[in-house]
């Protein structure tokens, strides 16, 4: 039965059944050790029976469903909608596999505030308080909060989510009890890791270009370390994506053909399209036999390769050559 398997069980049938493929675009998003602990898991597995591939698909497809009603309307819309669903005791059962996540999710009661009203509501505390609400917000709402705060604030506040690591629940609980007027949420008893460079680099990567580039420059000045680190993955080579066919051909025509192959080599599908479907036939053809020809190559050299273009793009987008799409406020002027 599906429930008498552990989670890293689970997560290895599921990743069985969804094929290489998908799977691989999942292990993107994965910690080094998780990976490591679903391969060997993988390993492990002889055989999957269908009924087995089938029911850990339908439990992953309800938990998924529940976190979407959650999201959208808290607990009660969601028990009320997985009732109509599946039923009383199996809607209870699922938002039951919930409860440990929904425990790590503080400031609930602001998610689904207007960007105005939060800063509003937030804009003359601590920037510290700022920086840790930030931090459990989605990026593209920390974003507009962020780009609208006071010059002087935003590389103070980005700063201290970048360096922020554990806060202690009776912290979160305090902030929460000045901020919070009418809502509770629930907060893990647990010490709760939040904030990091992953979390500032989500929120700049969102944020319009001129605000992300007072922070930049203030963050190379006050925390050179700390700049370059978040620099490094504010644009990764997956991100070319995120370009028109325009602005693609202009990258190309500055990218050696050698560091193209070997990029190229250890990307995927989607990116290797994106990039051939801009070049001539003659030249996609010989990229191509290069990486054919070339064999297995360190990924080490594939990051270099990848970083050099990275670096072109950044640069032409500095230059406003070129424009990368973001979620925030960048302006088009016609």
Known sequence: MAEDLKGVQKAAILLIALGPEKSSMIFKHLKEEEIEDLTLEIANTKSVTSQMKERVINEFYEVCLAQQYIAEGGIGYAKELL????????????????????????????????????????????????????????????????AALTPEKQADVAKRIATMDRTSPDVIKEVERVLESKLSSLVNQDYTIIGGVDAVVDILNTVDRGTEKHIMETLEIEEPELADEIRKKMFVFEDILLLDDRA???????????????????????????????????????????????????????????????????????????????????????
């Open 83 to 146: 009732e109509k669903a599946l039923g009383s005791e199996k809607a209870m059962d699922v938002i039951g596999k919930l409860t440990a996540s929904l425990q790590v999710k503080p400031f609930e009661f602001i998610k689904k505030t207007d960007a105005s009203q939060l800063l509003n509501f937030i804009q003359d505390e601590h920037p510290q308080t700022i920086a840790l609400v930030l931090s459990y917000l989605s990026s593209g709402q920390a974003a507009a909060v962020l």
């Open 248 to 334: 693609i051909q202009r990258v190309l025509r500055d990218v050696d053909n050698n560091d193209l192959a070997i990029a190229c080599k250890g990307s995927n599908e989607d990116v290797q399209n994106a990039i051939f479907n801009n070049m001539s036939k003659r030249l996609a053809e010989m990229i191509k036999e290069d990486m054919e020809f070339m064999g297995p190559v360190r990924m080490k050299d594939v990051e270099e390769a990848q970083q050099k273009i990275v670096n072109i793009i950044r640069k032409l987008e500095d230059s406003a050559e070129i424009v990368i799409s973001r979620g925030g406020g960048d302006e088009i002027v016609v």
